[in-house]
């Protein structure tokens, strides 16, 4: 969502500590999720961890000294074990012969994106301020996630939607002949 490219502007003799745990928050989660939940849960826990990415920076609004500061980053940064789950579904869904260009397009899109982020969440802390643009990208963040949510959903239900794990990644990529059989 782009609140950490803020920590400097907000909190300039902090930023430092709030780096380091969100580093240690990104540790955390990609352990509880890569090793100790098990696989068949882990799909389970995309929207949730998604969420938890967002919903700590809400608090920024209030402009909470560093102690609780730092514990929402911290918190925030285990929502990055997301990750781990969308990328083990992107692996599910894409033939094996597509599998390198299917995790780099994934991954070129994500820095970008980022990328993008960083520098609108910057354009709004130039008009209002960190904490409230941190606020406004949480919100964002928070809405682009139950949207995204509901239309998967909302696709699962459909007859003869999600079954076809080859269908879903090979159309996804314009590919319309993988293996030779159609």
């Avoid at 969502?1 to 989660?29: D, R």
């Avoid at 352990?31 to 920076?57: E, S």
């Avoid at 928070?142 to 159309?171: F, H, M, N, Q, Y």
Wanted: proline share 5%; aromatic share 6%; with cysteine.
């Amino acid at each position: 969502m782009g609140g950490e490219s803020l920590y400097v502007s907000y909190a300039p003799s902090a930023a430092g500590t709030m780096y380091a745990c969100g580093a240690l928050g990104m540790f955390l989660g990609d352990l509880a999720v890569g090793r100790l939940v098990p696989p068949a849960l882990r799909p389970r826990l995309a929207t949730p961890l998604r969420l938890l990415l967002a919903v700590p920076y809400l608090f920024f609004f209030l402009r909470p000294g560093l102690a609780l500061s730092v514990l929402a980053v911290t918190v925030a940064a285990v929502g990055f074990a997301a990750s781990l789950v969308l990328q083990e579904r992107l692996m599910s869904l894409t033939p094996d012969e597509l599998a390198g260009q299917a995790f780099g397009l994934h991954t070129t899109g994500m820095v970008a994106l980022q990328g993008l982020g960083a520098a609108l969440v910057g354009t709004l802390a130039q008009l209002t301020s960190p904490a409230t643009a941190m606020t406004l990208m949480a919100t964002a963040s928070i809405a682009v996630t139950l949207t995204l949510s509901a239309l998967g959903k909302r696709e699962e239900r459909r007859p003869g939607a999600g079954g076809d794990g080859e269908r879903g990644a090979v159309g996804v990529l314009g590919v319309t002949d993988v293996d030779g059989a159609g």
